[in-house]
């Protein structure tokens, strides 16, 4: 890949930024200093009814704190929904999306006892009950998914570069990405996209050159890979980090206000007290 290298922190504005969000963002930031690059922020707010505008603000100031800058005008999901529509236009032009209908409580009576609790990076694997629905059956409701088989026969097998905590280079076949992954969902009834569809259409529109993210979403690269492939979008190097764990070995979330960055910093901690606490001092 040549150019200038170019990371992003993309958090959603629904809690306060914790510890984990700090060593995701400097981790980037860094990365991107280090090559003579560029560091975006991206605030991924489709989920409208969990997003509020303080939180928003919030990230800002945290970031701001710990030293950290980037271009504006700031990406903003909740303004990108026609980019989202088209990319969800163009396949199902081709033939690879179709509507559903089934709830949660749908999907778990259809999966048969042995893969009752199966599960990949986008939930349960689908049982593809409307996978033979065609697009002009679509209702008011209805999720849209990717018809996974069809879709890989189209792209063969799918490849992406990882230089994180597992690095090295990873091939996903046909087979991998239908039984562990199934028939992803790409528009929610509720926002009408997706985070899938989403992030790579986003990733693509600002030059995000390598992604780097915590590794708990290391199981979602196979979909992202394949929808950038079906996109006709640039795949870009992968960096999957360590997670933040507390002291009971969970990973952070943010309704642990304990450790949000506001919490540490209005109990006096200093933005080098904060890269000692994740490993980066």
């Given at each position: 890949m040549t150019g200038k290298l170019v990371t992003r922190f993309?958090?959603?504005?629904?809690?306060?930024?914790?510890?984990?969000?700090?060593?995701?963002?400097?981790?980037?930031?860094?990365?991107?200093?280090?090559?003579?690059?560029e560091f975006l922020l991206r605030i991924e707010d489709i989920d409208r009814p969990r997003c509020r505008p303080e939180f928003e603000r919030a990230i800002h100031d945290d970031l701001h704190w710990l030293g950290l800058d980037w271009a504006r005008p700031v990406m903003r999901q909740s303004a990108r929904?026609?980019?989202?529509?088209?990319?969800?236009?163009?396949?199902?032009?081709?033939?690879?999306?179709?509507?559903?209908?089934c709830s949660r409580a749908d999907i778990r009576a259809a999966?048969?006892?042995?893969?009752?609790?199966?599960?990949?990076?986008?939930g349960p694997v689908y049982p593809g009950t409307c996978r033979a629905r065609p697009m002009a059956s679509r209702q008011p409701g209805d999720a849209l998914r990717l018809n996974m088989r069809r879709a890989m026969e189209r792209i063969g097998e799918i490849?992406?570069?990882?230089?994180?905590?597992?690095?090295?280079?990873?091939?996903?076949?046909?087979?991998?990405?239908?039984?562990?992954?199934?028939?992803?969902?790409?528009?929610?009834?509720?926002?009408?996209?997706?985070?899938?569809?989403?992030?790579?259409?986003?990733?693509?529109?600002?030059?995000?050159t390598h992604v780097v993210r915590g590794a708990d979403l290391a199981p979602a690269t196979p979909i992202h890979v394949l929808l950038q492939k079906l996109l006709g979008l640039p795949t870009p190097i992968y960096h999957h980090h360590r997670l933040i764990r507390d002291e009971t070995g969970r990973r952070l979330a943010k309704r642990d206000d304990a450790r949000s960055l506001a919490s540490l910093r209005a109990e006096g901690m200093r933005p080098a007290d904060i890269r000692a606490l994740v490993g980066l001092s």
């Open positions: 993309a958090p959603s504005p629904t809690g306060l930024l914790h510890l984990g969000h700090a060593f995701s963002a400097l981790t980037a930031w860094e990365m991107a200093r280090a090559a003579g690059g929904l026609p980019a989202y529509e088209a990319a969800l236009a163009r396949l199902a032009e081709s033939g690879l999306v179709y509507p559903c209908s999966l048969a006892a042995p893969q009752e609790g199966a599960a990949g990076p986008d490849r992406f570069a990882e230089t994180g905590t597992t690095p090295g280079e990873y091939i996903r076949n046909a087979d991998h990405m239908v039984d562990n992954i199934g028939d992803i969902v790409l528009a929610r009834r509720d926002i009408g996209t997706s985070y899938h569809l989403a992030v790579v259409v986003d990733d693509a529109a600002q030059g995000i």
